[in-house]
Nanobody
Framework: QVQLVESGGGSVQPGGSLRLSCEAS????????MGWYRQVSGKERDWVAS???????NYAESVKGRFTISRDSAKNTVYLQMNNLEPEDTGVYYC???????????WGKGTLVTVSS
């Protein structure tokens, strides 16, 4: 069982930056991808960015050019650098790990990001 712990959320003004971290409790054998999702109260959880085990990155259109996902395999950690934040980026950010042929998903408990003036 993989446990994920997110950190780095907080409140920031528009145009500001935050860096989210997500540490896995163990080395992830059979990793397919790690990613970040965002959920606003009352809405579905939306995909934000992901990075495959080979290091290929993908981003939602709304964050391209502003967010960067990266991974430190030695630390079992994935990061999300968020720059030029907008109020629409507000939400709870969840870390996700997809593992194995069965493509099992693991989720963290989330970290809140608030962008407001």
């Amino acid at each position: 069982q993989v446990q994920l712990v997110e950190s780095g959320g907080g409140s920031v003004q528009p145009g500001g930056s935050l860096r989210l971290s997500c540490e896995a409790s163990t080395k992830i054998v059979g990793l397919n991808a790690m990613g970040w999702y965002r959920q606003v109260s009352g809405k579905e959880r939306d995909w934000v960015a992901s990075i495959t085990r080979l290091g290929k990155t993908n981003y939602a259109e709304s964050v391209k050019g502003r967010f960067t996902i990266s991974r430190d395999s030695a630390k079992n950690t994935v990061y999300l650098q968020m720059n030029n934040l907008e109020p629409e980026d507000t939400g709870v950010y969840y870390c996700n790990v997809n593992q194995g042929l069965a493509q099992i998903d693991y989720w963290g408990k989330g970290t809140l990001v608030t962008v407001s003036s």
